[in-house]
């Protein structure tokens, strides 16, 4: 029988000055990290034990000095992560930015995280578990699937609790489950965050809001495919065989369809911009690429969503890429938790 696919990354045994940039560089993949000083980051470690099951969900458990994390509108451009991380605090606790105002994670809460959203969070040291699941597996259970970001669910409620027990019993068997075992447990979990969330485990989007969740993610997929084309909403309606009426409703909560387009553009622009492979390209024909009409009228709309430019965005990528070959060989366990992130729950 095949063991669960597992990962652990710690700066435990690094030297102390290599840790900072070590886990920088590594949890780059979510966050932008800061220390409250380099002499905490010096003494002490951050370790992430991930657990991944049947290429869909991701079990883990982080344990870290105090910290600030952030992630702003640009790094959920470039990256595209479209998943919700369930967490709860075993020790320690993180004050949330919500708005103008700031809510306390602490022992026994729930915090969901999305990534398709901004995040900006204050930790103390502190032990974490999580459960990463990609929105595509969630949402279509959810009442409000697009209105769970930095919500913080009491320890008080019968259902946190319920939903925390699960989490800690999980995280403490799953390193000694099979593939096979592990995958049993993916559908009850998916169907026990999406029941507390909605707030009853009995309750789960019916028929018709079934239906139109689908014809959404049909929608969106027919918009990706055409990005770099003409998108207008008469071929968007003949591909789905809906009325505008039915295609306007859909994209109300994301600002309409020709703003969730040109959000997309601006996404896919901003990645192939802050690449490898991209930075050889002139700013101009990237924004022919993904349909803009100038590369004037990119900026402004790149400037408007990123508060920087196409050239102040490509230029900040190419100042913060951690080369020296130290950190790439740094003794650090593995980091293959990142490439799941990345690659394995974005399938």
């Not at 084309?229 to 591909?239: E, F, I, N, Q």
């Not at 009228?297 to 190419?318: C, K, V």
Request: with cysteine; glycine share 6%; proline share 3%.
């Amino acid at each position: 029988m095949n063991s669960i696919k597992k990962s652990f990354f710690t700066t435990r045994h690094l030297r102390p000055d290599l840790r900072l940039n070590v886990w920088r560089e590594s949890i780059n993949t979510l966050f932008d990290v800061t220390p409250p000083s380099k002499n905490i980051c010096e003494k002490g470690h951050n370790t992430v034990a991930g657990y991944l099951v049947n290429d869909q969900i991701m079990f883990s458990g982080c344990s870290t000095h105090a910290q600030r994390f952030e992630r702003k509108s640009l790094k959920i451009a470039s990256d595209s992560m479209d998943h919700y991380a369930i967490q709860t605090h075993v020790s320690g606790q993180q004050d949330v930015r919500v708005g103008s105002k700031t809510a306390t994670c602490k022992v026994g809460d729930v915090l969901i995280v999305d990534f398709a959203d901004t995040y900006e969070a204050t930790a103390t040291d502190s032990t974490q578990r999580s459960i990463v699941i990609p929105r595509r597996l969630l949402a279509p259970h959810l009442n409000d699937p697009d209105n769970q970001a930095k919500r913080l669910l009491k320890g008080g409620s019968a259902l946190t609790r319920l939903l925390v027990n699960h989490m800690t019993g999980i995280f403490n068997l799953i390193g000694d489950m099979t593939e096979a075992e592990a995958a049993h447990v993916v559908q009850p979990t998916i169907l026990l965050v999406a029941g507390v969330l909605n707030g009853s485990l009995a309750q789960v989007t019916d028929g018709g809001s079934a239906a139109n969740a689908s014809l959404l993610v049909q929608a969106k997929s027919e918009i990706e495919k055409n990005l770099k084309r003409a998108v207008t909403v008469d071929k968007l309606c003949a591909a789905l065989n809906c009325s505008r009426a039915t295609l306007y409703r859909l994209f109300e909560p994301e600002g309409g369809v020709r703003a969730y387009i040109q959000e997309r553009r601006l996404r896919r622009s901003a990645q192939e911009l802050l690449s490898t492979a991209g930075s050889g390209k002139r700013i101009c024909d990237v924004a022919y690429t993904w349909g803009f009409v100038s590369e004037a009228h990119y900026s402004r709309a790149f400037r408007l969503r990123f508060d920087m430019t196409p050239r102040e965005a490509r230029q900040s990528w190419l100042e913060t890429r951690i080369i020296e070959e130290d950190l790439a060989q740094a003794d650090v366990g593995d980091r293959t938790y990142e490439q799941w992130l990345a690659q394995n729950l974005c399938l």
